[in-house]
């Protein structure tokens, strides 16, 4: 939405500013995300008009149907992380910390598999078992959600 990257860090600090002095009007049964970002679009369109002697920028129309997208996008990842922490809580004990070994610490699958005792191919197949069950999982999940 801006072109010039160093401004990215003041458009996000007068945002922050914005926010903290309009704090007492936000309505917590709306999500925070949403309302943050009609902050930071007012944000980039207050920028764009004190830098508008600067040639490469999009029209407004472009910007809010970026900021839109960005949004609608940010919305769907919310619900695949719930979907992924709902199919996460259904895993046996020991699937599940299994996955929280693995994607919780920087450790290499070989360090994975001499800590816990595995030879490396069975816990691949073993990581490659359980990341097919959560990926079924979600992916029923926000069909059934979907629907509704």
């Known amino acids: 939405m ?9 458009i996000l600090q007068d945002t922050a500013v914005a926010l903290m002095r309009k704090f007492d009007q936000y309505d917590r049964d709306q999500p925070f995300f949403n309302w943050a970002c009609r902050f930071a679009m007012f944000e980039v369109l207050q920028h764009r008009k004190r830098h508008r002697t600067r040639k490469r920028h999009f029209s407004d129309e472009v910007l809010e149907a970026i900021a839109e997208e960005y949004q609608q996008h940010q919305q769907s990842a919310d619900r695949r992380r719930q979907a992924l922490a709902d199919c996460m809580r259904q895993l046996e004990e020991q699937d599940r910390r299994l996955i929280e070994l693995r994607y919780g610490s920087t450790d290499t699958i070989d360090n994975l598999a001499a800590r816990i005792n595995e030879p490396v191919a069975r816990l691949y197949r073993s990581l490659a078992r359980i990341r097919n069950l959560l990926a079924n999982c979600v992916r029923q999940k926000l069909a059934v959600e979907g629907q509704q």
Do not use: R
Request: aromatic share 0%; glycine share 0%.
């Open 2 to 10: 801006v072109p010039v990257a160093s401004d990215v860090d003041d």
